[in-house]
């Protein structure tokens, strides 16, 4: 492996000569043959070969010749479609697959005035249809497979009539590459994942929103039939609803198209919560992020009145279940309370209100100590924008936030009150009822209570 990694083909030739196993495999999964695929080794793939070298799939699945066509070698795909023991069908798998794989990287650089390579991709998959009906008596036809909505419900190409077809339609193009690697690798594969997510960004730059966040989606579950994370999927899901939310309000009218799959995102948001329950720290960052965005455009587009979201109890029950948390402990309530200032009071209390009433914890405290109403005691809006203190700090209230919780610095919300406004709306709250005051006095007084009381009231006693 060493020496076929080095190009060596002296040494790999006088391993071979003194018995040294050409099919053993590393941790990964990979040969000799690999390694000299990988180096481009003509040299060292041929002796490999000629000493019986094995295509053996590697542990990502590939055999050194969809290594070297997944990886656009040409020159290596040459060399082993010409090896003895290459049955027509791999060799016409390795061209149409060279090609797609060609086609999709031109995706990925975002070179699409870029003739050549485009022309190149081409000319693989055309050499592999012609290789199909090469004998008219007994053509090797491609095998079907279900359409995918992802892909717009297109069909691989069957004939080379079909194939020329769509030399001129470049979105039929990347559709068409796409269909030929899922058929050839398999419906879950990992190196199908990354590809699929070049092809959603090509289709974002071009404002085909509906197209691109179908194959985010396509790419999420093809990351989760192979066990891999697909919360970066749904991050870039919430991202382009966002971004085709913000077009589609420029033009004056939200398609139907947009709702229909923003309830699909919540479902599948959900399902990936789920998934990854037991693992926290996958999803604190970036899903809670995530997280934020789509219960931030619910409220914003107003679906609970304006469009029936089947799935959006569901999502509120699960979210409010794994209670989740970004870095500094903040919950989704925190969040929107932190980033309450600059926007829409309507959108960012909405949301507050929708989350309180699925029984999110209006009390809950970050790692600091602090409850969403300390944040939000904090805000300094300017006075034409006071309105968006004042409705948040009702929404909590009305939620019933406790007013003289105190943080780890010992601070309440009141302590930390930046305007007048917010003193004089927290002090109109500040009814003290039985419980706080019993609080406080067993707090004040030093009486014993941890190990005494139960568990949720040692909580709320301390935060007294």
């Not at 919560?273 to 999803?283: N, T």
Request: proline share 3%.
């Amino acid at each position: 492996m060493n020496a076929s990694h080095c190009s060596a083909v002296t040494t790999v030739s006088l391993l071979i000569e003194h018995g040294a196993s050409v099919d053993l495999q590393d941790q990964c999964g990979n040969t000799a043959l690999h390694y000299a695929v990988t180096e481009k080794s003509e040299e060292t793939v041929c002796a490999l070969v000629n000493a019986g070298a094995s295509h053996l799939s590697n542990g990502r699945e590939l055999t050194p010749l969809l290594l070297a066509c997944n990886d656009c070698y040409a020159t290596m795909v040459e060399c082993l479609i010409k090896q003895p023991g290459m049955t027509k069908e791999e060799k016409i798998n390795g061209l149409e697959l060279l090609g797609a794989s060609i086609l999709i990287e031109c995706v990925c650089k975002e070179e699409f005035d870029h003739g050549s390579d485009i022309e190149e991709g081409l000319m693989y998959i055309k050499r592999g249809m012609i290789e199909r009906f090469s004998d008219p008596s007994d053509p090797l036809l491609k095998r079907q497979m279900e359409p995918v909505e992802a892909y717009q419900n297109r069909k691989e190409s069957q004939t080379f009539e079909e194939l020329v077809q769509i030399e001129s339609d470049w979105d039929g193009i990347i559709m068409e590459s796409l269909l030929i690697r899922e058929r050839i690798l398999g419906r879950y594969h990992v190196e199908l994942i990354q590809p699929i997510r070049d092809a959603a960004n090509y289709f974002s730059c071009a404002d085909d929103f509906s197209s691109c966040v179908r194959l985010y989606r396509h790419a999420m579950k093809t990351a989760q039939g192979c066990d891999q994370l697909a919360v970066s999927d749904l991050c870039d899901i919430t991202s382009e609803l966002c971004n085709w939310l913000e077009t589609a309000k420029r033009k004056g009218s939200i398609e139907e198209d947009f709702f229909e799959v923003l309830d699909q995102t919540i479902l599948d948001l959900d399902h990936e919560m789920q998934r990854r329950k037991a693992y926290r720290q996958d999803w604190i960052g970036s899903l809670f992020y995530a997280l934020q965005e789509l219960f931030f455009m619910i409220c914003k587009v107003e679906c609970a009145d304006r469009v029936k979201l089947s799935s959006l109890g569901l999502l509120l029950k699960t979210m409010c279940n794994l209670d989740p948390r970004d870095g500094s402990g903040n919950t989704l309530l925190h969040k929107f309370a932190l980033d309450h200032g600059g926007v829409s009071s309507r959108s960012y209390t909405g949301a507050a209100k929708l989350l309180l009433r699925a029984g999110l914890n209006v009390n809950a405290t970050n790692g600091n100590g602090d409850t969403p109403l300390h944040i939000v005691a904090t805000l300094k809006p300017g006075k034409d924008n006071i309105h968006l203190l004042t409705d948040m700090l009702q929404v909590l209230f009305d939620g019933g936030a406790h007013h003289d919780f105190v943080n780890k610095n010992g601070k309440t919300p009141i302590d930390l009150a930046e305007t007048n406004e917010a003193v004089m709306i927290i002090s109109d709250q500040s009814k003290l009822e039985l419980l706080c005051i019993s609080a406080r006095a067993v707090r004040k007084f030093g009486i014993p209570y941890l190990g005494i009381v139960p568990k949720t009231l040692e909580k709320y006693i301390s935060m007294h």
